[in-house]
């Protein structure tokens, strides 16, 4: 509570600071305090019926508090402004505020009429409802200093919502997965969007028409590249075990020897020569193994395309690649270093493996199928 709420106004006969806003935050001690302020106030303005002791702005604004005992659980406001209407019309005497009858006298010997015969009821005058409103204070600070109720368990309300759901009606009910909010959404989200051509359509009838066989076309070419994206790769998969190598493919020839020819020209130094049989020597491994169907008639792009983007060899096979393209087909000089790089690589995906040596790194030769390099 704030200082210039402390105090009964009667006894420090000193106005209380006006705080500035409609509601504060208080806590269950802050709100005893100001029902007690409220109450020295009240008796003040029934003392002095006059405009210092009953001003509305000494109420204060209104309280919010916590309505469990945990400070940071829900809270309510409790409002004053019945107190302060009730201030605002204790400025004036009672019979001020009482209006003059306005009905006309019966004249003598005539009987009045069934309306004049009813009574109507006395409104209950400005010093009553203060005095009620001091009644009113002292019932709150009362409950106040009981301390706040605890809520129900509401124990016997759960069970009965237990066995509920759990009959057979409600045996397949779930709560919503992730999935499900999202294709929610999605769903929404397609109908405002055919709300939208709908409208846009009564406005403008081909901007409308154009718009939704503008939607259908794409998702058609989305569906398309989508379905031979998957047909090509189960066509590269789908490869008989059985089925021998074309005889002008890489694989008609033992990669065996394909390395075998790349040491005799890197013993000459014929550097770009020997890159050139690496590659083919990785290529015939590569399909040998059914990576892909055999066909020498493909070039080395292709190669690498029809390499799935998960698997690990196809990281070494690009940079095996982009080696071979620089020397082979670029016109690039090629030396020992660049021989040696590439017989990593070609080691990496004979062996099966995804990650190429670093180079400078000491790397065995490659031996035989029997025995792995």
């Known amino acids: 509570m704030a200082p210039g709420w402390e105090g009964r106004a009667e006894e420090s006969g000193a106005s209380p600071s006006k705080p500035v806003g409609r509601w504060k935050e208080a806590s269950l001690e802050d709100y005893r305090n100001h029902l007690v302020v409220l109450q020295g106030l009240t008796k003040a303005c029934v003392r002095a019926r006059n405009v210092t002791s009953c001003d509305p702005t000494l109420v204060g604004p209104d309280d919010r508090l916590p309505v469990g005992a945990s400070a940071g659980g829900e809270r309510r406001i409790v409002r004053y402004g019945w107190l302060r209407i009730l201030f605002s019309r204790a400025e004036e005497p009672d019979k001020a505020q009482q209006a003059p009858d306005t009905r006309k006298p019966p004249?003598?010997?005539e009987e009045p009429d069934q309306a004049e015969r009813q009574v109507l009821p006395e409104q209950a005058t400005t010093s009553q409802l203060l005095v009620e409103a001091?009644?009113?204070?002292?019932?709150?600070?009362e409950q106040a200093r009981g301390g706040p109720a605890q809520p129900p368990a509401h124990n016997q309300e759960?069970?009965?919502?237990r066995q509920v759901l759990g009959g057979r009606e409600f045996r397949d009910l779930r709560q919503p997965t992730t999935k499900d909010t999202a294709l929610e959404r999605f769903g929404n989200w397609l109908n405002r969007v055919f709300a939208n051509m709908e409208k846009l359509r009564s406005r403008s009838a081909w901007v409308g028409r154009a718009l939704i066989w503008g939607f259908f076309l794409a998702v058609g070419v989305v569906l398309t590249m989508i379905l031979m994206r998957m047909e090509r790769r189960w066509r590269v998969r789908l490869v008989p075990v059985n089925d021998r190598p074309a005889t002008?493919?890489?694989s008609a020839r033992d990669w065996q020897l394909w390395m075998g020819d790349a040491r005799k020209a890197a013993a000459a130094g014929l550097w770009r020569e020997a890159i050139h049989f690496l590659y083919w020597a990785a290529i015939s491994r590569?399909?040998?193994k059914r990576l892909w169907p055999a066909d020498r008639a493909r070039t080395p792009?292709?190669?690498?395309?029809?390499?799935?983007?998960?698997?690990?060899?196809r990281e070494s096979?690009?940079?095996?690649?982009?080696?071979f393209e620089r020397t082979w087909y670029g016109g690039r000089e090629a030396g020992e270093c660049d021989y040696r790089a590439a017989e990593a690589l070609v080691a990496v995906l004979i062996s099966g493996g995804?990650?190429?040596a670093q180079p400078g790194a000491v790397t065995r030769p490659i031996a035989a199928e029997g025995g792995a390099a």
């Open 248 to 250: 002008d493919a890489a």
């Open 286 to 288: 590569l399909e040998s």
């Open 354 to 356: 995804g990650v190429a």
């Open 134 to 141: 001091q009644a009113r204070l002292a019932n709150d600070l």
């Open 158 to 161: 759960r069970e009965v919502m």
């Open 301 to 313: 792009r292709e190669y690498l395309v029809l390499v799935a983007p998960e698997d690990p060899r």
């Open 107 to 109: 004249n003598p010997g």
């Open 317 to 323: 096979l690009a940079t095996l690649t982009r080696s």
